[in-house]
Structures are given as C-alpha cells and as structure tokens.
C-alpha cells in the first residue's frame, strides 16, 4: 500500500515537472516573441499579460498540491514513528520475558541513539544541499 502511494507521488512529481518545464517555455517563448516584435497592440499585451496570471495561478496550485503531497508524507513518517515506537516496546517485552542480557539491551538502546544521529544528520545535509542548489 505505502509502495503504491510512493509510485503515485512520483508519477505526480514526474508529470508536474514536465508541465512546469512546457509552460516555462512556452513563457519564455512569448516574452522572445514579444521582444522581436515590438510594440504591439494594447489588447495583445492585455490577452498576454492575462495568460501570464492564468499561468501564475497554476503555478501556486502546483505550489499548494506539492505542500499537499509533503503534509501528507509528514503525517506518514509521524504514524511510521508511532509504529516503530511500538515495536521496540513490544521486543523489549519479548526481550525481558526471555531474559535477555542488560548488555545485549543497552547494546540496542545504543544503537538507538546512533540511528538517530544518522537521521538528523541526514537531514541537515539534506537541507543544506537543498539550500546551496536554490540559492
């Protein structure tokens, strides 16, 4: 299920890339159009200048569906998060009924904790790759 939504997101992302790449052309090609031509009557200019707002307001409905998209896959890793917490108590319980030793379980927690720090850093050098391509 969760894959099948993973391939419908980038179905989405792939597509909604190929529209903004085809309407950027299509703006740039006007705005050269524009230019060789000249001046041209007031009411070309108003029928381009109402093609341009129609394409903005596209573009924030793009916008808003990809903060969509990204709410979405926040909630998901929210309820993953809640799952995985889950588990871990349930081995943990499965751990002590057993008789785990107190090494072999601090061993885990430790691990844990290691795992976390991979993920945060992860994340920040995901951000700061993000950061230094947009800018």
């Given at each position: 299920?969760?894959?099948r939504?993973?391939?419908e997101?980038f ?5 909604s ?7 950027r052309?299509?703006l740039l ?5 524009n230019?060789?031509?000249?001046n041209?009557?007031n009411?070309?200019?108003?029928q381009?200048?109402t093609?341009e707002?129609?394409?903005?307001g ?9 903060l969509d998209?990204g709410?979405a896959?926040?909630?998901s890793?929210?309820g ?6 889950w ?5 943990l319980?499965?751990g002590?009924k057993?008789g ?14 290691t795992?976390?720090y ?8 995901t951000?700061?790759v ?6």
């Amino acid at each position: 299920r969760s894959i099948r939504r993973q391939g419908e997101h980038f179905d989405r992302m792939v597509s909604s890339g190929l529209r903004q790449q085809r309407e950027r052309d299509e703006l740039l090609s006007r705005r050269r159009k524009n230019r060789t031509n000249g001046n041209g009557n007031n009411g070309n200019e108003m029928q381009q200048l109402t093609e341009e707002a129609d394409s903005l307001g596209t573009s924030t409905g793009m916008m808003n569906e990809l903060l969509d998209v990204g709410a979405a896959n926040l909630s998901s890793l929210v309820g993953q998060r809640q799952r995985m917490r889950w588990v871990n108590r349930k081995v943990l319980d499965i751990g002590n009924k057993i008789g785990l030793s107190n090494s072999t379980m601090r061993m885990i927690e430790r691990r844990d904790a290691t795992d976390a720090y991979l993920v945060f850093g992860g994340m920040v050098v995901t951000m700061l790759v993000i950061y230094f391509l947009y800018f």
